[in-house]
T-cell receptor, first 112, second 115 residues
């Protein structure tokens, strides 16, 4: 069935570097995407979202890029900090609007 | 404004027992979602409820699992006759309505361990 998935299960970066976390989705009908951050033992925390009529959206230190042609989503974190270490999930909204479908997650580790 | 509150945070049950997980949504939120997360995996949708109404339960197993969101009180996810495969973290999230416009606020989760 259609699903949202991640390219890489783990990503290790040096503090201060930029991080890029990728996500592939297969449901071309999805029109809303969200990135969540989940720290160990905690619930997912909203980072940033983007609608399909946009290809880029910026937040504080984070940018989400959407390429609908290849069904690819990415999260860029500028000047990565140790506090950014977590699992990052992309999620897509079903067209029915009643539920989010989550990918499997990427573990980001920031080395000092 | 308190966030989504879940309890218990940790629950241990023996096979065959019942587990009840509670979720109080954020103030002003009338829509509740339940997700299950197995270790090292993503969150899987289970059920979406509005007060006194189940909107979408397509992700919930047909047997042993049930959910409710009464007019008064928290939403409850109930698992009867638990098995080891039910061991997981169960997350609740809430929103203001069906028109999904942004954040879905998650609780800290209830971690169920079945012995």
């Amino acid at each position: 069935g259609e699903s949202v998935g991640l390219h890489l299960p783990t990503l290790s970066v040096q503090e201060g570097d930029n991080s890029i976390i990728n996500c592939a989705y297969s449901n071309s009908a999805s029109d809303y995407f969200i990135w969540y951050k989940q720290e160990s033992g905690k619930g997912p925390q909203f980072i940033i979202d983007i609608r399909s009529n946009m290809d880029k959206r910026q937040g504080q230190r984070v940018t989400v890029l959407l390429n609908k042609t290849v069904k690819h989503l990415s999260l860029q974190i500028a000047a990565t900090q140790p506090g950014d270490s977590a699992v990052y999930f992309c999620a897509e909204l079903e067209t029915s609007g009643s539920r989010l479908t989550f990918g499997e997650g990427t573990q980001l580790t920031v080395n000092p | 404004n308190a966030g989504v509150m879940q309890n218990p945070r940790h629950l241990v049950r023996r096979r065959g027992q019942e587990a009840r997980l509670r979720c109080s949504p954020m103030k002003g939120h009338s829509h509740v979602y339940w997700y299950r997360q197995l270790p090292e995996e993503g969150l899987k949708f289970m059920v979406y409820l509005q007060k006194e109404n189940i909107i979408d339960e397509s992700g919930m197993p047909k047997e042993r699992f049930s959910a409710e969101f009464p007019k008064e009180g928290p939403s409850i996810l109930r698992i009867q006759q638990v098995v080891r495969g039910d061991s997981a973290a169960y997350f609740c999230a809430s929103s203001t309505g069906q028109d999904f416009t942004g954040e879905l606020f998650f609780g800290e989760g209830s971690r169920l361990t079945v012995l």
